[in-house]
């Protein structure tokens, strides 16, 4: 059963970076979309960005567009999620999900347990 691992949230101050990963246990990830979401105190799960299994298409919430941007190293298979000029809207917990059906379907089957990312004003 594939296992997704989260790391690399943090507490930073607005106008900060920071990078997330995604790390996987199985080596056919490298098959699979990718998303990242994200949820916030009180409020509903929601998207982030998403990346296809060759990296040639990514989807991006308005919210994180020009700000945000997913890659993946299929080598290690690792997910990165390069977050800049962060905001205090920002924080939530983020998760990673593996889609293994396909660009499109957002069946997200398998997720990771979430890493916290706090942006101070």
């Known amino acids: 059963q594939e296992q997704l691992v989260e790391s690399g949230g943090g507490l930073v101050q607005a106008g900060s970076s920071l990078r997330l990963s995604c790390t996987a246990s199985?080596?056919?990830?490298?098959?699979?979309?990718i998303g990242w979401f994200r949820q916030a105190p009180g409020k509903d799960r929601e998207f982030v960005a998403q990346?296809?299994?060759?990296?040639?298409?990514?989807a991006y919430a308005d919210s994180v567009k020009g700000r945000f941007t997913i890659s993946r190293d299929n080598a290690k298979k690792t997910v990165y999620l390069q977050m800049n000029s962060l905001k205090p809207e920002d924080t939530a917990v983020y998760y990673c999900?593996?889609?293994?059906?396909?660009?499109?379907?957002?069946?997200?089957?398998?997720w990771g347990q979430g890493t916290q990312v706090t942006v101070s004003s």
């Open positions: 199985i080596s056919t990830f490298s098959l699979y979309v």
């Open positions: 990346i296809s299994p060759n990296p040639r298409l990514t």
């Open positions: 999900a593996e889609d293994q059906i396909g660009w499109g379907s957002n069946n997200y089957r398998y």
